[in-house]
Nanobody
């Protein structure tokens, strides 16, 4: 089992910034990826970004490219999502997720990640006021 705990959500004005954190604990794996997904009211859970823990390779949803940056701290087993130039459309509950195994390809995370990730955090609310 892997436990994931998100933090850092909150209320911010449009154009502002927030940084989300996801602390992982529990079972260890040789190769895995971690990512961020978000779910707005009445909508499906959507892929935001993913990072490969071994080499830091990352992929992003088109809607956040250039504004969000995913990163990790191996020593702390913590993943981050730096969100800049926030827009009202970014309002959602943000979830941290873990997938055992190697890199599945950015398309897999976009299309299948919402049901295919192995472990999920409890979510943290991000609200952007316009």
């Amino acid at each position: 089992q892997v436990q994931l705990v998100e933090s850092g959500g909150g209320l911010v004005q449009a154009g502002g910034s927030l940084r989300l954190s996801c602390a992982a604990s529990g079972r260890t794996f040789k190769s895995y990826t971690m990512g961020w997904f978000r779910q707005a009211p009445g909508k499906e859970r959507d892929f935001v970004a993913v990072i490969t823990w071994s080499d830091g390779g990352a992929a992003y949803a088109d809607s956040v490219k250039g504004r969000f940056t995913i990163s990790k701290d191996n020593a702390k087993n913590t993943m981050y999502l730096q969100m800049n130039s926030l827009e009202a459309e970014d309002t959602a509950v943000y979830y941290c997720a873990f997938k055992n195994g190697g890199w599945y390809g950015s398309r897999w995370y976009q299309d299948r990640g919402r049901s295919g990730m192995d472990y999920w955090g409890q979510g943290t609310q991000v609200t952007v006021s316009s």
